[in-house]
Structure formats: C-alpha cells, structure tokens
C-alpha cells in the first residue's frame, strides 16, 4: 500500500479493500517506528487523525467521495490547524494551539483527507536544511548523516520515507523545489496567488506560496487540485475559475507525446557553480525530453546571477515585518523574568527566536531603515522587476524552462552551518522563480554518488497544468521517481 499512488489508494479504498481507519494506523505505526530517526514530524495526534478516518470511512460507505477522501496527507507545521499545536519550528511558538484552520487545511478537510499529523521545517520556514528548527534536524532517509533541504524538509523526508502518501510545504525561495530534489520526490510550487496564504504563517508575503510534495507529478496533480482556489480572506488570492490540474495527464498523444514542446536551456544554469554529476543528469534527462518530441533552445536570464542578492534584501525585509507580532503580548513563548514591557521584548524575542531568524531580523530592519531604504530594498526590487522581465522574454523563445533544481546533491548536516553564504547558494537556481512568482516544479532525474539529483521545470504563469504533464511523461518512460531509500520499505 506504502508504494501505491494516491489514485490508487483512492481506489483501493473505494472499493472497500482497506479502510480509512486501517490505512490511517499503518501510517501512524510507520512514524513511530521511524521518526525517531528522521524527526520529521512535531505533532502527531492519533485519536484526532482516527476519528477524521472513521468519518473519511462513513462518506466512502455513503458514496459521497472525492479523490482524497480518508488518505492521510502530513501538514507542514506552518499552516495554522485548529486544534493542533501549530509551531513554524520556533519556541516562539511552542506551545501555540491554533483556533482555525488555514485555507489549506480547510479545503483538504473539506475534500475528506486525514490530518496525519504536523510535519518538522526550519524556524519560520528560514533555511535551506532544515537544520534551525527548535525541535532538531530533520534527516534525509537517503543518508541520515544528510540534510532533506529546507525549509519543507520534514515534509520532503516524510514522503521519502514512506510515512505519509504526501504532504504540503511552502515555497518561499525553493523550500518545497530543493527538498524534492534532495530526498527524491516531485514538489511543486504553483503560480504565485494560485494557492490561498490565509493561516499560512508569513515569511515574506511577496514570495511564499503553498505547493505539494508527493511522489510523483500525477499525485501532485490530484494535491494541487484540492490545495488552489479563490480565498477572499487573502488579498494576494487570484480570483480564478477552478482548475483540474490532472485533466492533461491522462490523454494519449502517440509515442512522441511532446512534439512542439520547446524547452529552454538558459546558460546560467549549467555554469561552474552547479557540480558536475548534477550536469550530467540534467544533459540525460533533457536527452529523453527530445526522444519524447521536445526540441531545445538555448537562452540566456542574465540577471539571474543577482537573485540571490535580491532575494536576501527582500525577503528579510518582509520578515522584520510579518515577526513583529511576536513580542510575548498576546500568545506564544514570553520571557519568564523581566523588569518592565521593553525588557520583556528583548528578552521573548532573544530567546523565542534562533540564530538564522534573528539574523534575517536584524538585516531586514535595517534595509528598511531611514537612509538605507532607496540603497538597498528599493534596488532590491528594481533587479525583481529585471529578473521578471527575463523571463518573460524567455517564454518568447520557450515553453517550459529546465535546469537544475540544486547545484550539489545533499550535503552533511551542519557542513554549511557556519557559512551563511554557501548555504544560500544552496538555492541559486529556485530563487528567481519566487521574484518572479512563476510556477514551478522539481522531479528526480537520477542519483549522483547514491543521492538523488532533481530537475527543475519552470512554466509560464497559470502553466501548472502544463508543466505537471511534462514532468509526467518523463516520469512515465523513466523510472526514478519510484526508487525509495533503504531501511523504509514495507517488510522492515
């Protein structure tokens, strides 16, 4: 059942051959077996994630069932679900019980999916290893010396491992693209607006966006499908009609199903500073992309060398903003001891926030300062403005952009920790595509070393459709995206 796609559950359970309430424990025996190990969850709740199967099991018995209907879905912990602890990582909001759910959440509840549970992510979804949250690494299952990437990396490990059929994660500069590609899995992150923020805990809201993370692009389909949607308590929700995003991966098109497909090969994606190996992969799969009709194009973004630096003014910036509200006042972690409300600030927020948050604090309070605003966060948006244009005279050129999702395979847990620079690096190629606000999606395409490589696809706005059945017919003719680690299979 752990290897079945999430079509195929729907099935199964449709047709009575397993329960809501049977699949729902396997899933549970399967996290306290091996999260131990991984630590990819923080909250688990056993008899809330049953009782939703009971009621998954009497709409399946009523026939009132749609595609998720009792299959269990891991959250990542940044989505406020009412009832649950709801902790985006930090002691700051340890012991925080949300009183609603998010609009994710919602609609997934609505769709008859089972909660499974709250999966671990760095502190405020700020890192690229999930290595600064407050309650411990989480480890790739491919290699537990390994990070799964960030900031969805709980998520990414859940899936990896076989302890939740998918799982959601946010998408802010490649949090759910790099951890995809470093634990094996298709991850997509959509259009942004396409998916609801509402009790999304903010990061940067110009730049985050929820997105799946499943095995493979058909079941990301049928997530995304459940997750998009208009929601009018979100002013950045694009008011759009309902999409299927399954509806192109079912049709037959000959053996040469992507003719007329161009895909674009910009140059700044295969220079020095991506590992060799990953190059090699990337060359191989784009090689099956033209075996399956596509042609390919060479094109250039040339200001995609300055994502990086733009990115880290803008996104602090908005950080500063959005962590204001977290001052020990109304809820969260407050200092135990202090002497008046200035001294209870300080305190609350030096010790409810890590390393990385308070870092990315301080830079952004201080790109917004009086004399530093027009230097820094101005410029900052001005290169946004570059890069987007860029890619708008690339889709003149192309369909579908593709690359590398990572420029290394996963590195050893703390081996950048002391080298912020590097680890931002880390993202160099997903970046552009949150300053943009472009959809797109990262799928495996090989293993370099025993550790698995990721391709990234980059779509036009409201592509994702599209760009779901390209990744699908690759992923059709090859078989990576099925290969699972070692030590997590079903007999162990």
């Known amino acids: 059942m752990i290897e079945r796609s999430l079509r195929e559950i729907a099935s199964s359970l449709a047709e009575r051959r397993i329960s809501s309430v049977e699949l729902t424990r396997l899933y549970l025996d399967r996290i306290a077996r091996h999260n131990p190990a991984l630590n990819a969850f923080i909250t688990i709740d056993e008899e809330a994630s049953l009782a939703q ?59 008859g999916a089972v909660l499974l549970g709250k999966t671990n992510m760095d502190e405020f979804a700020m890192g690229s290893s999930n290595e600064t949250s407050f309650f411990g690494p989480v480890r790739n299952p491919w290699d537990l010396t390994r990070v799964p990437g960030g900031s969805s990396g709980g998520s990414a490990a859940a899936v990896a491992a076989r302890l939740a059929p998918a799982a959601t994660g946010t998408d802010t500069g490649g949090s759910i693209r790099q951890p995809a590609a470093l634990c094996n899995l298709t991850g997509m992150k959509p259009t942004y607006g396409v998916v609801s923020r509402y009790g999304m805990i903010a990061f940067a809201s110009s730049l985050d966006q929820g997105g799946p993370l499943a095995r493979s692009a058909e079941d990301c ?38 003719s007329g497909l161009r895909i674009g090969l910009p140059a700044e994606f295969f220079d020095a500073g991506c590992d060799r190996e990953i190059i090699e992969l990337v060359d191989a799969a784009v090689a099956d992309y033209r075996r399956l009709g596509a042609e390919t194009v060479s094109i250039s973004l040339p200001n995609m060398r300055l994502s990086v630096p733009a990115y880290y003014v803008i996104a602090p910036a908005e950080a500063s903003s959005n962590l204001a509200r977290f001052d020990g006042v109304r809820y969260g972690y407050r200092a135990a001891e202090y002497h008046d409300l200035i001294d209870m600030y300080r305190k609350t927020r030096a010790q409810g926030f ?122 059709m003719v090859t078989g990576w995206h099925l290969q699972h680690p070692r030590g997590f299979d079903s007999e162990d």
């Not at 959250?75 to 406020?80: A, V």
């Not at 949607?229 to 000959?254: M, Q």
């Open 53 to 111: 199967a009971r009621a998954a099991d009497e709409r399946l018995r009523r026939g009132d069932a749609g595609p998720l209907t009792g299959i269990p879905i891991a959250h990542k912990d940044i989505f406020c679900s009412e009832g649950w602890l709801t902790t985006c990582g930090s002691r700051m909001l340890a012991n925080f019980v949300s009183p609603y759910d998010a609009s994710v959440i919602a609609r997934f509840r609505a769709a």
């Open 221 to 258: 389909a049928v997530m995304l499908s459940a997750m998009a949607g208009f929601d009018d308590r979100d002013s950045t929700s694009l008011d759009r009609p309902a999409e299927d995003f399954f509806r192109d991966l079912v049709s037959d098109r000959g053996s040469r199903p992507l």
């Open 354 to 475: 890590g390393a990385e948050v308070k870092r990315r604090i301080l830079i952004g309070t201080y790109v917004l300062s009086h004399g530093y605003y027009d230097a820094y966060y101005l410029q900052a948006q001005r290169i946004r403005r570059l890069i987007a244009n860029d890619f708008a005279e690339a889709f003149r050129q192309c369909d579908v952009i593709a690359g590398p999702t990572s420029p290394t395979t996963a590195f050893r847990l703390g081996e950048k920790a002391a080298d912020p620079v590097q680890m931002y690096l880390s993202d160099i190629y997903t970046i552009a595509v949150n300053l943009a606000g472009l959809p797109a999606v990262s799928i495996p395409c090989g293993f370099a070393a025993g550790l698995p490589a990721g391709l990234q696809l980059i779509g036009n706005y409201f592509t994702e459709a599209r760009l779901l059945d390209v990744a699908h017919r690759y992923q």
